[in-house]
């Protein structure tokens, strides 16, 4: 389970591949200043952030509502910031660059949908075959915090649910019990891979999925496999 992220890093497709189903929780609210709407790719002078501009309406908007600011001419941006600055001669460019421009030529409403766009190609790039189900067409649900995903988990027939360990905080192992779910923490480890950016500089972490799949493809899912660890 994950909230939508719009070019999602690689802990979200680790935790992705690692589980039977996953939840895109988009009926939660959305986070101002999180990473919901934006995130980092990699040029010749270092990380690039590229964040999608959004309509504040109101405090209380769901991931799911949220309005992208069109008046904006973020598209064309961000795809030059990905093409002609970014990844236009990485090593698997010709074979994915393609489907990438594709992408923008869309003009996007709300920011679910190119997260998810954006989270599918990745998804497919990498081979990653988990079914995808939304937390909004699972019906209601009263729950808050660690109740909530509790409920979601059971809803879907879950024994355990895959937690980020930056949830540790907030997600209470007990209250899962009570509906039947264990807690499996991700424990999520980066790989290093060659960054044709970089050569031989020091490595960049926790860039946009992209970076590994134009660095390295589709065989770059191996590397975050073999990262992993399990919880002690």
Known sequence: MHQPHYLPWLGLLDKADRSDLFVVLDHVQYERRGW??????????????????VVNRSRNEQIRDKVIDRTRP??????????????????????????ITAIYD?????????????????FNAFGITTPVVRSSELGEFPGQKSELLAQISAKVGADTMLSGDGARGYVDPEVFRRYGVEVEWQNFRHPEYPQFHRKGGEFLPRLA??????????????LVRAARVTDG
């Open 106 to 122: 869309t003009d996007w409403e709300r920011l679910i949908d190119i997260s998810l766009a954006t989270t599918y190609f990745i």
């Open 209 to 222: 999925a992209v970076d590994l799949l134009l660095n390295a493809g589709p065989e770059g899912m191996e």
């Open 36 to 53: 919901q709407n934006r995130n980092y790719i990699a040029s010749k002078s270092g990380p690039v952030l590229l964040t999608v501009p």
């Open 74 to 99: 973020w598209r064309e941006k961000h795809l030059r910031a990905i093409s002609e600055h970014g990844y236009r001669t990485a090593p698997f460019w010709k074979d994915f660059g393609p489907e």
